[in-house]
């Protein structure tokens, strides 16, 4: 496996591109562009690069897309010709590697067998070996190294082999291959699905995602809704759990719930939903007190304006603060329906006074609660089982590249040199250690039934 | 005294200082004995660290966190160290040369004397967080800290190598300090053996934290600084790897590709965190 067949009039181009040179150079050159990546922050404005890097490395970065280094035309060129690489010398091994794995190896001399790297020749003294002994000789042979092919004839003897692991030899195609299956995974997953996220309010439904390339909304063909959101906190303040109650429905009619935890998502017709991020909206109750006798309560989340048309006033939650000297606190914006207002903080137990013309309010804060927003990662991914396939093909043909080997003995049997012979020889193509212990085994096992009766 | 873990990991990082130090002598003086002291004082060791860290799974438990003793830099430290001596052992229970102690050993003392002093790396057992929750967080943590364990044992005898190599009578006299060193060949065969078994493991534990990414935030490869450099680290590791297929890039180049490779990896475990999150902060500030 390890010289490569070159014949004089090979075509250069298949030359190049099937050299195990240009794949350590590829290797070395993905390492190295890699790099860049990490060290220069992806994903930032131009304006970004420009503010810390300077008007000249700016402008490199936009001609060489280092903003997105891993998707810039020239990485991705380096992956192209990594994949041509491998699938030319795949291409260009398969002939000789089908050669090695058709291989006849009974059709081999005895002087053959003499020259392998772990041999032993037994001289019969008497110049027989009669029947008995040679079935001892056989079972002994099958006991321990398995059992054998034989063909007679070979130099007037008969020639026994056992041969492991021939297969092996297409590990090596599993692995180079499985690379090139994950590319196809990663590739048609690209295609074919996309990546978004949801921000749903408690209670909120919706039936599209937002593509986080695009912004684009994706419909997805059914709707979700969050039921309830949760967050758990440890006692030193970390988060102990983040988990949003979905509900997926479909023409309004509840399919299916599930409670999803960052580490759970839930699928549904290949698209799959996962906890991401949450946000925790605040939302009280304030009760204004006219100086006029009207009294009114109101509930403000955030991000919205309440009015109280009869007044002319509008409210509206600016901040809320859960804990201020051990109280809630909110800051609300009172407007008086010009545009005009005034903010004011509004801590609870006690009333603040807001006055517009000879009225006077006084508001004071009833209760305040928070509803929680589910930050969902929305995924559509039909390549991915492809690239565990790919990875599973790399993991097992490693196995097989880097501890299968392709072991062959080989016994032989008969007239040499004017006296009964037995030859017995080995070769293995990795785990040489181990193949010599068994095949020292091996020997003194023949070695007793030979050496016996003498 | 009450025994607990953090007591039996400090009495760790001792001993496997003092091993290291028996095994340099063993090498630099060759006496014998030395070298059988400093494998009975690392078997002993280990089995200190062994019991050190079951007693931490266990304390997690009565914290009411219960769960394995894996999830942050100190842990990690500590189980790097441990797979570390493990690899060590049974190569030399293979192998039986004590030398190569000598350069294996120090990775894990030093990972234990840095998860022990270090101000900077806190050893108090916390809860996990929401990410953190899952049980390929066992699986990632032990197949990638096999192939960086591995790669540690395969820089130490990328080392050996080179100084065997330097010296002009490295075979010829065997009683001066390089030539109590294995052979060139022995060294080049164990290192590519190393490295295969490191290779094999980080490509495992790449794999599955992409399948824990996947589950956990949707996307099995987001290009994020550390599964890069993981990455980088596989493309050293492979460049040796064929290396080997090229006639004149035994050896040497692989000795030097294995020190370069842990390099890389210790640039994946530590720099990342460390550096690269300074260089992405610095943007933001």
């Not at chain 1, 003897?157 to 196809?184: A, D, M, N, P, Q």
């Not at chain 1, 309560?297 to 600016?318: N, R």
């Not at chain 1, 559509?380 to 392709?406: S, Y």
């Not at chain 2, 095994?23 to 009975?40: C, D, E, K, N, S």
Request: charged letters at 15%; glycine letters at 8%; aromatic letters at 14%.
């Amino acid at each position: 496996m390890k010289k490569s067949t070159t014949h004089s009039q090979e075509n250069p181009v298949i030359r190049f591109f099937s050299s195990v040179r240009l794949a350590i150079f590829l290797l070395i050159a993905l390492a190295l562009t890699s790099i860049i990546g990490t060290v220069i922050p992806q994903g930032q404005s131009q304006q970004f690069y420009l503010d810390n890097f300077g008007p000249g490395m700016s402008k490199l970065t936009k001609i060489l897309h280092l903003n997105d280094t891993y998707h810039s035309w020239w990485y991705l060129s380096l992956l192209a010709l990594f994949s041509t690489n491998l699938i030319v010398c795949t291409l260009k091994r398969l002939p000789f590697t089908l050669k090695l794995f058709k291989k006849d190896n009974l059709a081999v001399r005895s002087d053959y067998l003499t020259r392998m790297p772990y041999k032993r020749i037994w001289r019969v003294r008497d110049g027989v070996l009669d029947n008995a002994r040679i079935q001892k000789l056989l079972s002994t042979f099958q006991e321990k190294a398995g059992s054998f092919q034989k063909r007679s004839n070979v130099d007037g003897g008969t020639l026994f082999l056992v041969e492991r692991g021939k297969w092996s030899y297409w590990g090596l195609y599993g692995v180079h291959l499985s690379i090139l299956i994950i590319f196809l995974g990663a590739l048609f997953g690209s295609f074919y699905g996309f990546k978004g996220r949801i921000m749903l309010m408690e209670g909120e439904t919706t039936d599209h995602a937002v593509r986080f390339d695009t912004a684009a909304p994706i419909p997805l063909g059914f709707s979700i809704r969050c039921d309830h959101f949760f967050v758990s906190f440890y006692e030193n303040g970390a988060p102990k759990e983040f988990r949003s109650d979905l509900t997926i429905l479909e023409n309004g009619k509840e399919i299916l719930h599930k409670a999803i935890l960052v580490n759970d998502p839930l699928e549904y017709k290949g698209i799959t939903f996962y906890q991401a991020s949450y946000q925790a909206i605040p939302e009280v109750t304030v009760k204004v007190v006219s100086s006029e006798g009207a009294q009114r309560s109101f509930i403000i989340p955030a991000f919205q304006k309440v009015s109280w048309p009869e007044s002319g006033m509008t409210l509206a939650l600016l901040k809320y603060i859960p804990n201020i000297h051990g109280v809630p606190a909110a800051r609300v914006w009172v407007g008086d329906g010009t545009g005009q207002g005034h903010a004011l903080w509004v801590l609870q137990g006690r009333t603040e006074q807001y006055n517009r013309g000879n009225t006077t309010y006084k508001l004071s804060l009833v209760s305040a609660s928070q509803r929680y927003m589910t930050g969902l990662q929305v995924k559509k991914d039909p390549g991915v089982w492809v690239v565990w396939l790919g990875c599973t093909a790399l993991i097992l043909g490693f196995a097989i590249v880097f501890w299968i080997p392709h072991r062959r003995s080989w016994l032989w049997v008969g007239p040499k040199d004017g006296e009964m012979q037995v030859i017995l020889s080995g070769q293995t193509n990795k785990n040489k250690i181990h193949f010599e212990k068994d095949f020292r085994e091996l020997e003194d096992s023949i070695n007793s039934v030979l050496g016996t009766n003498k | 005294m009450n025994l607990s873990s953090s007591y039996l990991l400090s009495l760790t990082t001792f001993i496997y200082l003092g091993a290291a130090a028996l095994y340099m002598i063993h090498w630099i003086f060759r006496v014998r004995q030395v070298g059988i002291l400093a494998t009975v004082v690392t078997v002993g060791g280990f089995l200190v660290q062994t019991a050190g860290i079951i007693l931490r799974w266990k304390e997690s438990y009565h914290l009411g966190y219960g769960h394995a003793p894996l999830s942050n830099l100190y842990e990690s430290l500590v189980f790097f160290s441990w797979v570390t001596i493990l690899v060590y052992l049974v190569i030399e229970w293979r192998v039986k040369k004590r030398v190569i102690g000598a350069f294996a050993t120090p990775f894990a003392s030093l990972a234990m004397a840095y998860a022990s002093f270090s101000p900077s790396v806190a050893d108090s057992i916390e809860p996990l967080i929401p990410a953190l929750q899952s049980n390929w967080l066992l699986a990632h943590v032990i197949t990638c800290f096999l192939g960086y364990a591995s790669f540690a044992v395969a820089c130490g005898l990328g080392i050996m190598y080179l100084i065997k190599m330097r010296s002009a009578h490295h075979e010829e006299v065997p009683e001066s300090v390089t030539g109590s060193l294995p052979q060139l060949k022995v060294l080049d065969d164990l290192m590519h053996q190393t490295i295969i078994f490191g290779f094999l493991w980080l490509s495992v534990g790449i794999i599955t934290g992409a399948v824990w990414a996947n589950q956990a935030w949707g996307t099995y490869w987001s290009w994020d600084p550390k599964e890069t450099w993981s990455l980088i680290t596989w493309f050293i590791y492979a460049t040796a790897l064929h290396a080997r297929f090229v006639r004149g890039w035994a050896g040497q180049r692989i000795a030097w590709l294995s020190i370069v490779g842990f390099l890389s990896v210790i640039f994946t475990y530590f720099g990342v965190n460390f550096l690269l999150s300074g260089l992405h902060s610095y943007g933001s500030g």
